[in-house]
Every structure is written in structure tokens, then in C-alpha cells.
């Protein structure tokens, strides 16, 4: 069964990490970024943790986190298809949010999804 500790603790980490990546990606002061750019950010890691929370795959937790942080990584990455360190990244940090929101959600505050 779908908890509500687990959806709210996994989007309340998404956020989180939207602004921590959100700060990454706007601390080179040469190539200043849009606000609409770090309000996407924002938004797309904030539906990760949700997607995170909500989700019933039958995986093992940690291979959740990072499929579901690599695959809410698409909308972001292919806009950036051209410059490909950018591109690797998106998809390396998504992947690393992703075990990390599935880390803290499942093993710290013990809030096990409906399917385990």
C-alpha cells in the first residue's frame, strides 16, 4: 500500500536536490543561466523524488533510485545534447539522486516501498 510518509519524504528530498543541482548548475558566473532553466531543474528533480515515492517497480531499492533518476534525467539532458559533459552529467546526477532520494526514503526513514 501507498504510504504517505514515503511520497512526502521522497518528494521533500527531490526538492532538495533539485536545489542543490539547481546551485551547481548556475555556479559558473561566466554562463549565467535562465530562470526558466533553474525553475525546469527545480521541477524536473522534484517530480523525481515524487515519481520516486509513488513508484511500485519491484526492484531492489537502490536499483530503483537510479533507474528512476536516470530516466526522469531524459527531458533534461537532450536540450544539451551538443555539449556532452553537460549531457553525461545530467544523467550522472540523476542517477546519483536518485539512489540518494531511494537511500534516505527506504533506509533512513524506513519508509519501504508498497511493492518490498
Known amino acids: 500500500m501507498l ?3 514515503r511520497v512526502i519524504i521522497a518528494t521533500v528530498c527531490g526538492f532538495l536536490f533539485g536545489l542543490v543541482c539547481m546551485y551547481l548548475a548556475s555556479s559558473n558566473p561566466e554562463t549565467p543561466i535562465s530562470v ?27 536499483l530503483h533510485g537510479i533507474m528512476i533518476g536516470f530516466v526522469s ?4 539532458a537532450l536540450p544539451v545534447m ?6 553525461i552529467g ?3 546526477m540523476g542517477m546519483i539522486y536518485g539512489f540518494l532520494t531511494e537511500l534516505i526514503t527506504t533506509k533512513a526513514f524506513k519508509a519501504k516501498a508498497a511493492c518490498r
Open 90 to 92: 545530467t544523467f550522472a
Open 3 to 5: 504510504t504517505a510518509k
Open 73 to 76: 534525467s531524459l527531458p533534461m
Open 36 to 62: 526558466s532553466l533553474k525553475l525546469t531543474i527545480l521541477f524536473s528533480r522534484t517530480l523525481m523524488g515524487f515519481t520516486i515515492g509513488i513508484s511500485a517497480f519491484r526492484l531492489s531499492w537502490w
Open 82 to 87: 551538443d555539449r556532452i559533459e553537460i549531457f
